[in-house]
């Protein structure tokens, strides 16, 4: 049988307790509560309903103290889980697919399509409305032209890779919207004049 450590909680190789210096060690019983890992508060509700659902009994210790709150109340320490030892190799196998499990890839995010002839809102708040691309005769890039809805209904061009990219969030932290330029529901549309 292992070793245990009752103050650590924790199997440990002896004959001295590397984490409390105990040398009280004995052997370890089926019922003794030992150390699975120690994991993000919020990771801890995750792999205790986890033991749960397998029939593990867990008891969870705060690593900063049960005392550590902060705003609502939210507990953002560490945790340390417990089970028994007789069930300590199962705990471990759950732990060990519970964050080796592969991470659902992202879902790719579509290139944005241009809407030609559609009215799209820049993040300042004007609307324009794209009247078409163009392609730059020397350096064959593509140019959204489209015309200003308000004021003097002028006519402008921006290479299309910046018309449809994101705001930039550092220059512009406060942005209501989360692309330079975004269409506009057909409805609210309208010219305002
Ligand atoms: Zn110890």
Request: glycine share 4%; proline share 7%.
């Given at each position: 049988?292992?070793?245990?450590?009752?103050?650590?909680?924790?199997?440990?190789?002896?004959?001295?307790?590397?984490?409390c210096r105990n040398r009280k060690l004995k052997e370890v019983e089926p019922g003794d509560f030992c150390l699975v890992a120690e994991v993000h508060y919020m990771q801890a509700e995750m792999l205790k309903e986890l033991f749960r659902d397998n029939d593990i009994p867990?008891?969870?210790?705060?690593?900063?103290?049960?005392?550590?709150?902060?705003?609502?109340?939210?507990?953002?320490?560490?945790?340390?889980?417990?089970?028994?030892?007789?069930?300590?190799?199962?705990?471990?196998?759950?732990?060990?697919?519970?964050?080796?499990?592969?991470?659902?890839?992202?879902?790719?995010?579509?290139?944005?399509?241009?809407?030609?002839?559609?009215?799209?809102?820049?993040?300042?708040?004007?609307?324009?409305?794209?009247?078409?691309?163009?392609?730059?005769?020397?350096?064959?890039?593509?140019?959204?032209?489209?015309?200003?809805?308000?004021?003097?209904?002028?006519?402008?061009?921006?290479?299309?890779?910046?018309?449809?990219?994101?705001?930039?969030?550092?220059?512009?932290?406060?942005?209501?919207?989360?692309?330079?330029?975004?269409?506009?529901?057909?409805?609210?549309?309208?010219?305002?004049?």
């Amino acid at each position: 049988m292992p070793l245990y450590c009752e103050n650590c909680m924790k199997l440990v190789e002896g004959p001295i307790c590397p984490t409390c210096r105990n040398r009280k060690l004995k052997e370890v019983e089926p019922g003794d509560f030992c150390l699975v890992a120690e994991v993000h508060y919020m990771q801890a509700e995750m792999l205790k309903e986890l033991f749960r659902d397998n029939d593990i009994p867990c008891t969870d210790r705060s690593v900063l103290g049960a005392g550590i709150t902060v705003n609502l109340g939210v507990n953002v320490g560490y945790t340390r889980l417990y089970v028994p030892y007789d069930r300590l190799d199962l705990a471990k196998e759950l732990y060990d697919a519970y964050f080796n499990a592969p991470d659902i890839p992202e879902e790719q995010e579509a290139p944005r399509t241009l809407l030609i002839g559609h009215v799209y809102r820049h993040f300042k708040g004007g609307l324009y409305r794209v009247e078409d691309v163009a392609r730059h005769s020397e350096t064959l890039e593509e140019y959204v032209v489209y015309r200003k809805l308000y004021d003097d209904k002028s006519l402008w061009i921006r290479p299309k890779e910046m018309f449809l990219s994101p705001v930039d969030r550092e220059k512009y932290p406060d942005a209501m919207q989360d692309y330079r330029f975004e269409p506009v529901e057909e409805n609210n549309a309208e010219d305002p004049e």
